[in-house]
């Protein structure tokens, strides 16, 4: 039997950790940007959205080295079956990926939600919409519902996934072409987003044909595919001490940029001055040629990133559950506080946290808050990989094996009917010659 090119399995490139650490870094930003949203008064993560810009961008470099990989092993043209193929086999991934959090982070938000009303019959209304979230149509016109989704940062999602397809179809069947059209299409789509948007955080705005939530995938994903472009220039380059200090010097610099605008720099079309920055950014994390690059290039980030998919899916429902626990501690706290030192010291370190002070005037996000909702995440995120993984270990894969087991069982049952029955034929093929007449 000969493998078709699409069987092929290629070695699998090295991981770079730095990478995986930018994806949790990047993940953060998002959640405590959501959160802040629910505050009152907003003055830190003004303009923080624009950390979803990163993930377009990686998801374009990653499918260009590996459509890179792929194309390195060939030496006649890719087919458009086997780009077909490579493009579902992309959606298939990110499904495969998607699901299981999705779905657990769905039941949990209708069933133990605990701002919900306590009654099992209001709590099912939140199944509204949620078809939306199952069907990966949170920002398109099928699932937009005038805004309302249970979880609305899902439209990242939608838009990876339609837009993932259509260039990793292109990656691979016009591989050399799209060194040329990736940068044009980046610059084209970006600038007519610009031009033609008032808000950044409007994902639907209308755009011709498309969303502005699609614009910003097609913009960003083709610019992502071009700095692996640059990346495979560059990394057949053997850099000298002076080119890494410099590119060093470079690197911290685009980091600083980026975070001292997502700070300081108000919400509008100004914010994508960051792109820049963060195509250095997943650039150099690659091509690991600098001194910062290198020092976080350590296996403990691939640990945090498995779960960064799941800090994006299950952080928009989490916050409601995070006000909600905190205002019972605090009152709790407060109660206690006038018998009990211990009380009196916790409710005085909750102080302005919650977006309210002692008197329920309105303060902005703390430190605090930052970091107890960001533990609270990742600890969510953590039980529901762990769950996912025990269910696959303990109860898929051995339900699969079996059912491999008894599909084998069955064909050799089956070749050995098949071969006792033609064994039948010739033996009463031969009884019928040796009959005397």
């Known amino acids: 039997m000969t493998l078709t090119p699409t069987d092929q399995k290629l070695p699998q490139a090295p991981r770079a950790a730095t990478a995986e650490f930018w994806r949790f870094a ?3 930003i998002v959640c405590i940007y959501h959160l802040e949203i629910f505050y009152a008064k907003r003055d830190l993560l003004v303009s923080g959205s624009s950390a979803v810009e990163f993930f377009f961008i990686l998801a374009g470099f990653l499918m260009a080295r590996s459509a890179g990989r792929y194309h390195n092993t060939r030496t006649s043209p890719v087919t ?3 780009a077909q193929a490579k493009a579902l086999d992309f959606v298939k991934k990110k499904l495969k990926a998607i699901y299981p959090v999705l779905i657990i982070v769905l039941l949990l938000g209708i069933l133990v939600f605990p701002a919900m009303p306590t009654s099992f019959a209001d709590r099912l209304k939140a199944l509204q919409n949620t078809e939306w979230e199952l069907l990966i149509l949170v920002g398109t016109p099928f699932g937009y519902n005038n805004g309302m989704a249970p979880i609305v940062p899902l439209w990242f999602l939608t838009a990876l996934i ?10 691979y069947k016009h591989y050399n072409f799209m060194k040329f059209a990736a940068p044009l299409i980046g610059v084209l789509f970006m600038v007519y987003f610009t031009l033609n948007s008032t808000l950044i955080l409007d994902f639907y705005v209308k755009m011709g044909f498309f969303n502005a939530g699609m614009i910003r995938a097609i913009a960003e994903i083709s610019l992502g595919i071009s700095v692996f472009f640059l990346y495979e220039y560059l990394s057949k380059i053997k850099f000298g001490m002076v080119l890494r200090v410099l590119l060093s010097l ?19 079309m100004d ?3 960051r792109l820049v920055y963060i195509m250095i950014i997943v650039l150099f994390s690659f091509l690991n040629a600098t001194a910062f690059s290198r020092l976080l290039n350590r296996r403990i980030w691939n640990h945090l990133a498995k779960i960064s998919l799941a800090m994006y899916i299950c952080h928009f429902n989490l916050i409601m559950i995070y006000f909600k626990y905190l205002g019972s501690l605090k009152m709790k706290l407060f109660q206690r506080s006038a018998t009990s030192s211990l009380a009196r010291t916790l409710s005085k370190f909750l102080q302005g946290t919650g977006g309210y002070d002692e008197r329920f005037n309105a303060v902005p996000l703390s430190w605090k808050d930052m970091l107890f909702f960001i533990v609270l995440v990742v600890a ?9 993984a025990g269910v696959k270990k303990f109860i898929v894969r051995p339900c699969y094996a079996k059912y491999l087991q008894n599909q084998q069982a069955k064909e050799l049952e089956q070749a ?4 006792d029955a033609g064994t039948n034929e010739k033996s009463e093929e031969t009884d019928s010659e040796t009959l005397p007449l």
């Open 271 to 273: 914010n994508f001055r």
């Open 26 to 28: 990047f993940t953060v």
């Open 380 to 388: 969510v995120s953590t039980l529901i990989v762990l769950f996912i």
């Open 250 to 268: 470079l690197e911290l610099y685009a980091i600083y940029r980026f975070f001292a605008l997502t700070l300081n720099q108000p919400i509008g």
């Open 416 to 419: 050995i009917g098949q071969a």
């Open 80 to 82: 458009v079956r086997e």
């Open 162 to 171: 339609v837009v993932g397809y259509l260039f990793t179809y292109l990656i």
